[in-house]
């Protein structure tokens, strides 16, 4: 009786289908994409003259290497910043007399230590070299919290909506409706409460 002989395995296409196996897990696989701070620098001005900052519109807010938080020369519990800042912010201490300063939008205790106006009012944050990382990002999104609350309040009254909404829809590619006009307002509301926030070069803030 012939003996059979057992049938060979056609391996000529395996390097084809590896390929095909590679793009396929290439196109379909998503990556993740690293998270950082919006920030839009300012343009560069080579003659830039000296701007004298009065002490009242500086809002100083210090953390040190054991992630302690030190606003205004005082210790602060770091869920105290965002309505610290709001108050900073929105404190509209110019007299009303003065019509190149005065707010009338803003709601705080008009505090003539305080700052005149929102566009007057400057954040600085300073941290320490050893400031861990999650702590630098939480005291950075408690103040522009602070700020968003302000916008999205000013938004409701003025327009019905919220400002973060409407934003993130637009940059999303979302948005249903005129987004020309849409842009325009929300270009409004950020002159309204423009975000100043200013970092300065870190460096051993002691202990």
């Known amino acids: 009786m012939a003996r059979r002989s057992a049938p060979e395995v056609n391996a000529g296409s395996m390097a084809d289908i590896a390929f095909l196996l590679l793009i396929f897990f290439l196109v379909t696989t998503t990556m993740e994409k690293d998270k950082g701070i919006s920030r839009q620098l300012p343009p560069i001005q080579i003659d830039q003259p000296d701007i004298n900052i009065k002490a009242r519109n500086l809002f100083v807010v210090l953390v040190n290497k054991n992630d302690d938080l030190l606003v205004e020369d005082d210790p602060m519990k770091l869920e105290d910043l965002r309505q610290a800042a709001i108050d900073f912010l929105d404190n509209g201490g110019a007299p009303s007399n003065d019509a190149s300063l005065y707010c009338n939008y803003c709601k705080g205790k008009k505090d003539s230590k305080s700052s005149d106006n929102p566009d007057k009012a400057i954040i600085s944050v300073k941290n320490d070299r ?78």
């Open 130 to 207: 050893l400031t861990s990382y999650n702590m630098y990002i939480a005291v950075q999104n408690e103040l522009v919290g602070a700020y968003n609350f302000l916008r999205d309040r000013e938004s409701q009254r003025i327009y019905g909506w919220e400002y973060t909404q409407v934003k993130a829809q637009i940059d999303a590619g979302t948005f249903v409706g005129d987004r020309k006009k849409a842009e325009e307002q929300l270009k409004e509301i950020q002159n309204m409460y423009p975000l100043k926030l200013s970092e300065a070069s870190p460096n051993k803030l002691g202990k």
